[in-house]
C-alpha cells in the first residue's frame, strides 16, 4: 500500500515497537533496532511516544500505548544484544525538551521521564488540533490525559472520543451518524498497557540502580513497589470467574463471558470492559506471573475455543452483540457497524496477535503443569503449521495484516504486515530457546 510508504503514514510507533522485537532483535540486526529505539525516544514528549511520527513535524501523541511498547523494546534490546545495559547511557537528542531540560540526555533519564509524567497524571490538547490533524475526530478527542491509579498501580487514560490503543478505527462516516465516534475506545485502564507497565516496572528493577538510576518515582515509591501494587490488584479488577464478575467489580450485571480477563477498566463505556477480545493475550504473554496460573490457563483456553480463527484472532467474541467478523473499508453503507469499515477492530481476525497468545500459551502453560505445557506446545506447532502453509502460497511471501470471519480473504488487508511475521518469529525465537 504506498500510503504507508511515503508522508504523514510512514512511520507507526507503536506497530514499530510491536515488530521491533521480532523483525531486528531475533534477526540479529542489533545496531539497527538500536537506532530505532533511540531515535524514537528523542521525539517523547507528554510521557508519550507518538502514534504518527511525521517526520517529526506533526507527531501525533494520540496513544497511549507505544511508550510501554517502546519501553518493553528497550528492556528486549538489552537483554537479547547482551547489552548490559550500556544503551540506557546513550545519548538522546531530544525533539522537544522541557523549558528546564537538557537537549540531550541519556537514555535512561528519557526513561525516567516517561514514567514520571505518568504517575504525576497529566492531561493535554493536542498540537493543532482540529481538521489540520484529524478530519474525522471530534472536539473531545484531541484532548487527552494519562495517569496511574494510586490504590491499584494501573495506568489509566483516554475518553470515549479517542483511540488510545492499536484498536483505533475512527469513524468516518456522517450517512451512517458515526463520523468522529471510534469503534473501539477502550479508555481507561486497557489490560494490555497493565501488563505491558508491570513488565516494564519488573525489568527496570532487575537492572539494578547501576544500569537505570531511577529506581524511584515519586508518587508511587520504588519501581518494585509500584509493580507489586499491580500483581495484587491484577486478578482482583480483571479475573471474572463467573456471572458474579470480579472479585472487586462496579458493574457485575454487564458481565456476558466468565473465564476471561476483562479487556479494560473503568472505560466511559462500561460493558466494553466485559467484552471478549484477544488483548489479554499479550499481557500474559509479557508478564505471565501477573495471574495465578489457573486463571491465566483458563483465560487462554476461551481466548482459543472462542477466538482463534485458521491465520488469526477474532478481534471480538462472535457471540458479542456488536461482531462483524467482514471488513469492507469501501462499505457506503448507513449502517453504523459497518461503513466505512467501522468494525476494523470488532471481529475480523488479526494475525499479529496469534504470536502473543502463542508465547502466554506456552509460558503459562509451562507455569501450570507438565501436561498444560504439552498441550500449548501441541497447539503452538499447529497453528504455526497454517501460517507455514499460508507463507508457501502466498505470492508476497508474507503473512497478512486481518481476514475476514473463519479465515476468509479480507480484499482491504493488506497482504503482507510486519508485524504479522515479527510476533511469529518471537514465537519461533522462544520455543528455540526453550528447546535449546
Same mark, same amino acid.
Given at each position: 500500500?504506498? %500510503? ?10 507503536? *506497530?514499530? &515497537?510491536?515488530?521491533?522485537? @521480532? ?22 514528549? +507528554?510521557? /508519550? ?8 513535524? !506533526? ?26 545495559? %550500556? ?15 537538557? $537537549? ?37 478527542? &484531541? ?14 487514560? =483516554?475518553?470515549?472520543?479517542? #483511540? ?35 513488565? #516494564? ?12 538510576? +531511577? ?5 508511587? =515509591?520504588? /519501581?518494585? $513497589?509500584?509493580? *507489586?501494587?499491580?500483581?495484587? !490488584?491484577? *486478578? ?8 458474579? @464478575? ?9 458481565? !456476558? ?68 467478523? *467482514?471488513?469492507?473499508?469501501? !462499505?457506503?453503507?448507513?449502517?453504523? $457497524?459497518?461503513?466505512? =469499515? ?32 504439552? $498441550? ?5 506447532? #499447529? ?26 480473504? #479480507? ?20 520455543? %528455540?530457546?526453550?528447546?535449546?
Amino acid at each position: 500500500l504506498p %500510503h504507508f510508504s511515503t508522508g504523514y503514514m510512514r512511520s507507526w510507533g507503536r *506497530d514499530t &515497537f510491536i515488530s521491533l522485537r @521480532g523483525m531486528l532483535l531475533v534477526t540479529g540486526r542489533y545496531l539497527e533496532a538500536r537506532d530505532v529505539i533511540l531515535g524514537y525516544a528523542a521525539t517523547l514528549r +507528554h510521557g /508519550l511516544i507518538p502514534n504518527l511520527l511525521d517526520g517529526g513535524k !506533526n507527531a501525533r501523541f494520540n496513544c497511549r500505548d507505544a511508550v510501554w511498547w517502546w519501553l518493553r523494546a528497550v528492556l528486549d534490546y538489552i537483554e537479547m544484544a547482551q547489552d548490559d545495559g %550500556h544503551i540506557m547511557k546513550d545519548p538522546v537528542v531530544r525533539l522537544y525538551p522541557g523549558d528546564d531540560e537538557e $537537549t540531550v540526555q541519556p537514555l535512561e533519564d528519557v526513561v525516567g521521564e516517561a514514567l514520571r509524567v505518568h504517575v504525576a497524571g497529566l492531561k493535554f490538547r493536542e498540537w493543532n488540533a482540529g481538521v489540520k490533524i484529524d478530519e474525522h475526530m471530534k472536539d473531545a478527542g &484531541f484532548d487527552n490525559e494519562i495517569g496511574v491509579d494510586p490504590d491499584t498501580g494501573f495506568v489509566f487514560g =483516554g475518553n470515549t472520543s479517542n #483511540c488510545g490503543t492499536w484498536m483505533d478505527k475512527m469513524g468516518s462516516s456522517a450517512a451512517a451518524g458515526i463520523k468522529g465516534v471510534p469503534s473501539s475506545p477502550r479508555d481507561g485502564s486497557a489490560v494490555e498497557i497493565v501488563g505491558l507497565s508491570y513488565s #516494564c516496572l519488573r525489568g527496570l528493577a532487575k537492572l539494578g540502580g547501576e544500569v537505570y538510576r +531511577h529506581q524511584e518515582v515519586q508518587g508511587m =515509591g520504588s /519501581l518494585t $513497589t509500584w509493580a *507489586d501494587k499491580i500483581k495484587d !490488584n491484577f *486478578d482482583k479488577y480483571f479475573w471474572i470467574e463467573s456471572k458474579s @464478575g470480579a472479585e472487586v467489580d462496579k458493574n457485575p450485571e454487564l458481565v !456476558n463471558k466468565t473465564k476471561i480477563f476483562k479487556d479494560s477498566l473503568n472505560s466511559g463505556n462500561a460493558f466494553t470492559d466485559y467484552q471478549l477480545r484477544p488483548n489479554y493475550a499479550i499481557t500474559l504473554a509479557v508478564a505471565p506471573d501477573l495471574s495465578s496460573p489457573s486463571h491465566a490457563w483458563a483465560a487462554l483456553q476461551t481466548l482459543q475455543s472462542s477466538l482463534l480463527g485458521p491465520l488469526g484472532l477474532a478481534t471480538l467474541d462472535p457471540t458479542d452483540w456488536a461482531y462483524r467478523g *467482514d471488513y469492507d473499508n469501501s !462499505n457506503q453503507s448507513t449502517d453504523s $457497524t459497518l461503513a466505512h =469499515g467501522a468494525n476494523y477492530h470488532q471481529g475480523p481476525e488479526w494475525v499479529w496477535p496469534v504470536g502473543f497468545f502463542l508465547r502466554a500459551l506456552l509460558k503459562v502453560g509451562k507455569l501450570a503443569g507438565e501436561d498444560e505445557y504439552k $498441550t500449548a506446545v501441541s497447539v503452538a506447532g #499447529c497453528v504455526l503449521a497454517r501460517h507455514y502453509s499460508h507463507l508457501h502460497q502466498s505470492p508476497w511471501l508474507g503473512l497478512p495484516e486481518l481476514t475476514n470471519s473463519k479465515g476468509a480473504f #479480507c480484499r482491504d488487508s493488506n497482504p503482507i504486515q510486519a508485524w504479522s511475521m515479527a510476533t511469529l518469529l518471537d514465537t519461533l525465537y522462544d520455543m %528455540h530457546r526453550e528447546a535449546a
